[in-house]
């Protein structure tokens, strides 16, 4: 609703609060509009190797939710936009949106993820004459594969020059959806928010980026203007110590610039993957494992990846347990090479009752029983604010953490005990350091540590096994401040294994924290 | 306005904070929000408004604000 009001006119200092959230065919939908077919919004699988373990909801698409919000503004255009990508936002997650409008020409919208900052908008307009004329749109065709540039070929002075053009029909779309007729906004400022989407997730970095500010400045749109939209974007640094990506850019119709952009994009690094050869350089071989049958719940990545390395390292048979990382299952499998023991893929939900189920009939069936369980997946983990309006999904996590540990032991602490095997729980050294951040996995971690005294005084033939690994260099942590400290998940692997081929393990729950 | 002040402005921008007030003891477990994402986003912050450069993660090791403000009039932050 537009409101009556002088040009300069003042409006409500007070910030309106309101709720967004996204859903995947948001993210489709968007993604179709705009062509950024960066797989970090669209793809389940590359999501999770990622530390955001998900798919994330396109940062631009946040910010055209957050304009569908302003109150209405016929009269005037947008002539800037500055933008903070703060925090990765997540599909399904209710976010408030607060949006204050000082003036007709300013308005600033921040969503919040309960006390978090997520993003923060600042759209400034300008007076809109009546003669201004709304140019359409092309479409184009660009890219259709994320480029995939590492650090070395980001190379201040480098240029990137193509054709841009949204999709038409679902560039309709996306503005019905979010409402964002009559914002100030015209299909050629929407255009030009989703061309800078573009250029930082399919072109400059391309797949690794993480969007993380950008400022878009409007050109208006007087005069007979071409329909194409072209684009000329050029690195202006690679900031090392932070892995920032600047670059700059115009969009231009024929010889208008119809907008200049500057863009800031984190370029994430090359997933942390466990290697085989440091692995034996730690962990010699020895007899005392060889025949061994393990079952390694979330075994596809990061701890859970070298472990089942090392595990068949040392001649066991070890079932990888994954449930969506395929690829990242079979380079483990493949790893192997001529080492002794054997790694078998079990794809599947751990937290599935009939899963769980069906794994033990098969275990016992081919090799009557098993040995080694470890569990070690966990559902993904965000931060999460402990505040009552957070619970749900408190409780949901922790819903996931416990079955995801409890059904596998459930099904399978009877074979253990009757082989005396060991029962493995992958918790954290959180659980003594409790980070402000994650209250939700520490609880979580607890409580199936509590689970684990449960089992070893029910089940006394049965070892038991409690890890606290210090952050570990994972997919998890794999971002510019997040690597810094974090242990190779080989060592950790190396240090678990060690404890489970000791001779004579000792009674009760062993807790395993130094590494 | 006074280095302090534009200090205090960056942090309050940083943490979407419009009532934090810095103390030279304060330290990062003194002001919430101080995460991995806040801290870079704090240190870009701060290389923009005084037009310094830190090397590598020195911001993580002062050991407070009092020595953050040491360590920008050494720079000769404008």
């Given at each position: 609703m537009g409101l009556p009001e002088p040009s300069s006119g003042s409006r409500s200092s007070l910030p309106r609060k309101t709720t967004v959230s996204f859903t995947t065919q948001d993210l489709a939908q968007f993604s179709a509009a705009s062509?950024?077919?960066?797989?970090?919004?669209?793809s389940e699988e590359y999501a999770?190797?990622?530390?955001?373990?998900e798919p994330v909801v396109f940062g631009m698409l946040g910010v055209l939710a957050a304009l569908g919000?302003?109150?209405?503004?016929?009269?005037r255009l947008l002539q800037r936009t500055s933008i903070e990508f703060r925090n990765p936002l997540a599909v399904g997650i209710p976010y408030r949106l607060e949006v204050s409008e000082?003036?007709?020409d300013r308005a600033i919208v921040k969503l919040y993820d309960a006390t978090r900052l997520m993003l923060k908008a600042t759209f400034t307009f300008m007076p809109r004459h009546g003669d201004t004329r709304e140019t359409p749109v092309q479409e184009a065709a660009c890219s259709t594969e994320a480029a995939d540039l590492k650090k070395e070929n980001l190379l201040a002075g480098t240029r990137v020059t193509g054709a841009y053009g949204p999709a038409t029909t679902e560039l309709a779309e996306v503005i019905r959806r979010w409402k964002l007729?009559?914002?100030?906004?015209t299909a050629r400022h929407i255009s030009a928010m989703m061309w800078a989407s573009f250029v930082v997730g399919?072109?400059?970095?391309?797949?690794?980026a993480v969007f993380w500010r950008l400022e878009l400045t409007f050109h208006a749109e007087d005069g007979p203007q071409e329909n194409l939209l072209r684009y000329d974007v050029t690195i202006q640094d690679f900031d090392e110590r932070l892995d920032l990506l600047h670059t700059t850019g115009m969009l231009s119709a024929g010889t208008t610039i119809c907008a200049a952009a500057e863009m800031w994009a984190f370029v994430r690094q090359d997933s942390p993957q466990s290697s085989l050869t440091r692995l034996t350089d730690l962990l010699p071989r020895s007899?005392?494992?060889?025949g061994k049958v393990a079952l390694v719940i979330g075994?596809?990545?990061?701890l859970g990846a070298a472990i089942t390395q090392a595990l068949a390292s040392q001649g066991c048979t070890v079932f990888l347990n994954y449930h969506q990382c395929t690829t990242e299952a079979e380079r483990i499998r493949m790893s192997?090479?001529?080492?002794?023991g054997t790694i078998e893929l079990v794809q599947g939900d751990a937290s599935d009752i009939q899963w769980g189920r069906t794994v033990r009939q098969n275990l016992i069936e081919r090799y009557?029983?098993?040995d080694l369980l470890i569990c070690n997946a966990s559902p993904p983990i965000r931060p999460l604010p402990f505040v009552p309006e957070k619970f749900t999904q408190f409780q949901d996590f922790l819903a996931q953490s416990a079955a995801m540990a409890g059904i596998p032991m459930s099904a399978l602490l009877s074979t253990l005990d009757a082989r005396s095997g060991w029962n493995v729980f992958i918790s954290s050294a959180f659980v003594k350091?409790?980070?402000?951040?994650w209250p939700h996995y520490v609880t979580a971690k607890c409580a199936i540590e509590g689970l684990m005294h449960w089992a070893a005084a029910h089940y006394p033939k049965v070892h038991s096994l409690i890890v606290r690994p210090p952050?570990?260099?994972?997919d998890q942590t794999n971002t510019t401040v997040g690597r810094q400290g974090a242990m190779p998940v080989e060592q950790a692997a190396a240090a678990i294994v060690n404890r489970l081929a000791c001779p004579e393990p000792s009674q009760g729950v062993q807790i395993l924290d130094v590494f | 306005m006074e280095l302090h002040d534009r200090l205090e402005e960056v942090f309050r921008q940083v943490f979407d904070n419009e009532t934090l007030t810095l103390t030279d003891?304060?330290?990062?477990?003194?002001?919430?929000?101080?995460?991995s994402v806040a801290h870079i986003n704090l240190m870009f912050g701060i290389e923009q408004a005084f037009g310094i450069r830190f090397k590598g993660n020195e911001l993580a090791d002062m050991k407070n604000i009092g020595e953050l403000k040491h360590f920008l009039v050494d720079k000769g932050a404008r």
């Amino acid at each position: 609703m537009g409101l009556p009001e002088p040009s300069s006119g003042s409006r409500s200092s007070l910030p309106r609060k309101t709720t967004v959230s996204f859903t995947t065919q948001d993210l489709a939908q968007f993604s179709a509009a705009s062509r950024d077919r960066n797989p970090l919004h669209i793809s389940e699988e590359y999501a999770r190797t990622t530390p955001y373990g998900e798919p994330v909801v396109f940062g631009m698409l946040g910010v055209l939710a957050a304009l569908g919000r302003l109150s209405d503004r016929h009269d005037r255009l947008l002539q800037r936009t500055s933008i903070e990508f703060r925090n990765p936002l997540a599909v399904g997650i209710p976010y408030r949106l607060e949006v204050s409008e000082p003036t007709t020409d300013r308005a600033i919208v921040k969503l919040y993820d309960a006390t978090r900052l997520m993003l923060k908008a600042t759209f400034t307009f300008m007076p809109r004459h009546g003669d201004t004329r709304e140019t359409p749109v092309q479409e184009a065709a660009c890219s259709t594969e994320a480029a995939d540039l590492k650090k070395e070929n980001l190379l201040a002075g480098t240029r990137v020059t193509g054709a841009y053009g949204p999709a038409t029909t679902e560039l309709a779309e996306v503005i019905r959806r979010w409402k964002l007729s009559g914002k100030g906004a015209t299909a050629r400022h929407i255009s030009a928010m989703m061309w800078a989407s573009f250029v930082v997730g399919m072109e400059l970095p391309g797949k690794r980026a993480v969007f993380w500010r950008l400022e878009l400045t409007f050109h208006a749109e007087d005069g007979p203007q071409e329909n194409l939209l072209r684009y000329d974007v050029t690195i202006q640094d690679f900031d090392e110590r932070l892995d920032l990506l600047h670059t700059t850019g115009m969009l231009s119709a024929g010889t208008t610039i119809c907008a200049a952009a500057e863009m800031w994009a984190f370029v994430r690094q090359d997933s942390p993957q466990s290697s085989l050869t440091r692995l034996t350089d730690l962990l010699p071989r020895s007899e005392q494992l060889k025949g061994k049958v393990a079952l390694v719940i979330g075994g596809s990545r990061g701890l859970g990846a070298a472990i089942t390395q090392a595990l068949a390292s040392q001649g066991c048979t070890v079932f990888l347990n994954y449930h969506q990382c395929t690829t990242e299952a079979e380079r483990i499998r493949m790893s192997l090479g001529s080492t002794f023991g054997t790694i078998e893929l079990v794809q599947g939900d751990a937290s599935d009752i009939q899963w769980g189920r069906t794994v033990r009939q098969n275990l016992i069936e081919r090799y009557g029983g098993l040995d080694l369980l470890i569990c070690n997946a966990s559902p993904p983990i965000r931060p999460l604010p402990f505040v009552p309006e957070k619970f749900t999904q408190f409780q949901d996590f922790l819903a996931q953490s416990a079955a995801m540990a409890g059904i596998p032991m459930s099904a399978l602490l009877s074979t253990l005990d009757a082989r005396s095997g060991w029962n493995v729980f992958i918790s954290s050294a959180f659980v003594k350091d409790l980070p402000p951040e994650w209250p939700h996995y520490v609880t979580a971690k607890c409580a199936i540590e509590g689970l684990m005294h449960w089992a070893a005084a029910h089940y006394p033939k049965v070892h038991s096994l409690i890890v606290r690994p210090p952050k570990l260099l994972t997919d998890q942590t794999n971002t510019t401040v997040g690597r810094q400290g974090a242990m190779p998940v080989e060592q950790a692997a190396a240090a678990i294994v060690n404890r489970l081929a000791c001779p004579e393990p000792s009674q009760g729950v062993q807790i395993l924290d130094v590494f | 306005m006074e280095l302090h002040d534009r200090l205090e402005e960056v942090f309050r921008q940083v943490f979407d904070n419009e009532t934090l007030t810095l103390t030279d003891e304060m330290t990062a477990p003194d002001i919430e929000g101080w995460d991995s994402v806040a801290h870079i986003n704090l240190m870009f912050g701060i290389e923009q408004a005084f037009g310094i450069r830190f090397k590598g993660n020195e911001l993580a090791d002062m050991k407070n604000i009092g020595e953050l403000k040491h360590f920008l009039v050494d720079k000769g932050a404008r």
